[in-house]
């Protein structure tokens, strides 16, 4: 079959499933109706907010004149690719949020198992203390960090109080440090509330007959456990990264470490304004994402574990 009569066939298949998705006859072709009709909101904010735009900022990152984006040219990606400001960008973002991924993550799992194994007194109002991050804006974020290290915070003046030192040497809140405190606080509650609904499919079972069999709690946690939730922290790793990767008013207020989303906002500032290489950045953004989700999807294999 050529290439002519391969597409052919193809358009006649997509025209007879959308007329049978139309005007079905069968349970099967109705079945399909209920989802096309569930699913058709999704897919009309999907276009308008995100693949129109996508399209928008690929051609904004290969236009010649940034301005009244006017006619072709491959500037942007040449100077993404030849500069090396912007790799060391790059390269400050993936090793910053995967440090901060991996220790969310490693607590979430503490948090989620003590709240999942032991019968905490006050259990709800630890799990609203631990997801309350998630409702705060980045900017929150990032002045509770100035309140406890800044040079008048909390924690600064303690620490001054006690050593003899003077605040403003002691102040780490523009540091990275400080930054690095804020992801944690944020993408915790992240991990934690995965690792939950990981926990809940736990073999307890397994676990009695670990510990029946002489095992430590250490060891049934690191042999039975441990395992059993693996597919639960590779989730989490990937849900709080990409949510790690996303984050901007914590580092617009800090702006201790300079990442991808301060860089965009950099190349979008008077002063500094290019708007072609912002795009080209985006572009590569919204790759890297999606290609990371699919890599990461393979490593979990339990159905019950969903991002």
Not at 17 to 34: I, Q
Not at 86 to 94: G, I, K, S
Not at 116 to 122: H, I, R, T, V
Not at 258 to 285: K, M
Request: charged share 15%; net charge neutral; with cysteine.
């Amino acid at each position: 079959m050529s290439v002519r009569e391969s597409a052919s066939a193809s358009v006649r298949r997509a025209a007879t499933l959308a007329s049978t998705t139309v005007r079905p006859t069968t349970e099967r072709e109705r079945e399909r109706r209920r989802i096309a009709v569930l699913c058709l909101p999704f897919f009309a904010l999907a276009l308008v907010a995100g693949f129109v735009p996508l399209a928008m900022l690929a051609r904004i990152s290969l236009v010649e004149d940034p301005i009244w984006i006017e006619g072709w040219s491959l500037g942007a990606w040449e100077t993404l690719a030849t500069t090396a400001e912007y790799r060391w960008v790059a390269w400050n973002t993936l090793w910053f949020v995967g440090l901060a991924t991996g220790v969310s993550v490693a607590l979430g799992v503490a948090v989620a198992h003590v709240l999942e194994k032991y019968d905490l007194p006050g259990e709800r109002l630890v799990v609203a203390a631990v997801s309350f991050p998630i409702a705060l804006p980045g900017i929150i974020v990032a002045y509770l960090i100035i309140v406890l290290l800044g040079r008048q915070g909390l924690v600064t003046n303690a620490v001054a109080v006690a050593t003899g030192g003077a605040p403003l040497d002691l102040a780490t809140a523009t540091a990275i440090t400080g930054l690095f405190l804020g992801y944690v606080y944020s993408l915790l509650p992240r991990a934690t509330m995965v690792l939950r609904g990981t926990y809940a499919e736990v073999n307890t079972q397994a676990e009695e007959a670990a510990r029946t069999l002489g095992a430590s709690r250490w060891q049934t946690f690191y042999h039975v456990t441990l395992p059993e939730v693996r597919p639960g922290i590779v989730a989490a790793a990937i849900l709080t990264f990409r949510s790690g990767l996303a984050i901007f008013g914590t580092v617009l207020i800090l702006q201790s470490h300079r990442v991808v989303t301060l860089q965009i906002h950099h190349e979008t500032s008077v002063g500094s304004y290019n708007p072609d290489v912002a795009a080209a950045i985006g572009i590569v953004y919204v790759v890297f994402i999606v290609a990371f989700t699919f890599v990461g999807l393979r490593f979990v294999d339990d159905d019950a574990v969903e991002i």
